[in-house]
């Protein structure tokens, strides 16, 4: 059946202002990192995205390698964009990084203006795509001199290639370096993409800060750490699930009993709350006032629609703060 997307769509969603920018991002945003990949079945990952626009999600959030195999998920999202979702390219912010391992030889991987720029065209080529709203350099390079990073993502705005950059992974001092750059050349740094959950607070301990400072945005990838902090794995290990499946990213051998006394502890604080482990996760991060949008990971529209549904309770009281902190030491 042709697809027609919700006239309610933006109805239920939250949308957040992206730092000091003009943009507003979906309080939730979509990544393609796993489920999306040419090994994946095509019909459920479409019916993934278009759910998720059908809710109000503006924000897909893909980079050079996401697949596997690398730059599947970038094809695969063609697809659609060019199908069901062809009228609505200016309703969606579309995002791609160059950083991590993508092709042989020395200009395959890190933070050369080369491999950014090279990058960049092969990723619009695969979405079939003239711009993408956001381009992230994935991972800082030790080896290559930050200006000239930052310099490649500045060149892909001013070619029209990108609407705004970001960086993923940079530790605060490097992120202000990059800020500082970045504003400089005239290309502000619209978001920064760090892991930030509750199992994995290193955030707190400064880029927070520098976000709030500087005026960027944030949003956290791995909100769910993977699949840990949601009922996935309470009972043991799910075929279907990503440390069931094929996932070379995580493994049997994060269960360990300290974090499972952790995710039982919090699924208990879930439940009085009256929200799933996995939606009380998504709050805890969305409640802080740094964050701009949660990038979660979604193997089905159950999971979804669950997630979504996170944003109708994002209030804590300090009490359960107190509470969730001292779970987590
Ligand atoms: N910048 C970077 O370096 C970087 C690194 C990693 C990720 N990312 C981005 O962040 C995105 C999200 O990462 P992620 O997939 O690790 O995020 P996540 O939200 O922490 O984990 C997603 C996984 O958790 C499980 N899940 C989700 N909702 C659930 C629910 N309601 N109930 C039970 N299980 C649920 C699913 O796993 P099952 O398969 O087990 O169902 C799902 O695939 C990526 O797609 C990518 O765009 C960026």
């Known amino acids: 059946m042709a697809y027609t997307a919700s006239n309610t769509r933006y109805d239920q969603m939250k949308y957040n202002r992206c730092g000091n920018s003009g943009l507003l991002l979906s309080a939730v945003s979509l990544g393609l990192w796993h489920n999306f990949g040419g090994v994946n079945e095509f019909p459920i990952m479409k019916e993934i995205l278009l759910k998720a626009f059908d809710l109000g999600i503006t924000h897909f959030d893909l980079a050079n390698n996401y697949g596997p195999p690398p730059g599947s998920a970038e094809s695969n999202l063609q697809k659609v964009l060019q199908s ?134 944030c949003i956290p990838f791995s909100p769910l750490a993977q699949g840990l902090l949601t009922n996935r794995y309470l009972d043991g290990i799910p075929k279907d699930s990503r440390i069931g499946g094929a996932s070379i990213f995580l493994g049997e051998e994060a269960l360990t009993s300290e974090t499972m006394v952790k995710v039982k502890a919090l699924n208990q604080h879930a439940e009085q709350r009256g929200q799933t482990l996995a939606q009380m996760a998504l709050a805890w991060i969305l409640s802080r006032k740094q964050i701009t949008s949660v990038l979660i990971g979604a193997s089905s529209v159950s999971q979804l629609e669950a997630n979504v549904a996170s944003l109708s309770k994002l209030e804590f009281t300090m009490d359960e703060l107190a509470h969730i902190d001292s779970i987590l030491v």
């Open 84 to 217: 069901e979702l062809a009228p609505h390219r200016d309703e969606l912010i579309i995002s791609t990084k160059a950083g991590y391992d993508m092709w042989d030889g020395p200009y395959g991987e890190w933070g050369s203006r080369k491999y950014l720029m090279a990058s960049l065209d092969q990723s619009l080529k695969r979405m079939g795509l003239n711009y993408v709203d956001i381009f992230y350099s994935h991972r800082p390079d030790p080896n290559t001199p930050l200006e000239e990073t930052m310099t490649a993502l500045h060149h892909a705005v001013q070619q029209g290639k990108a609407l705004y950059v970001g960086i993923s992974n940079y530790n605060a001092e490097q992120t202000s370096r990059a800020v500082d750059i970045l504003e400089n050349l005239g290309t502000p740094c619209l978001i920064h993409q760090p892991r930030y959950n509750m199992l994995d607070r290193w955030v707190e301990d400064g880029l927070l800060d520098v976000l709030e400072k500087r005026g960027v945005g």
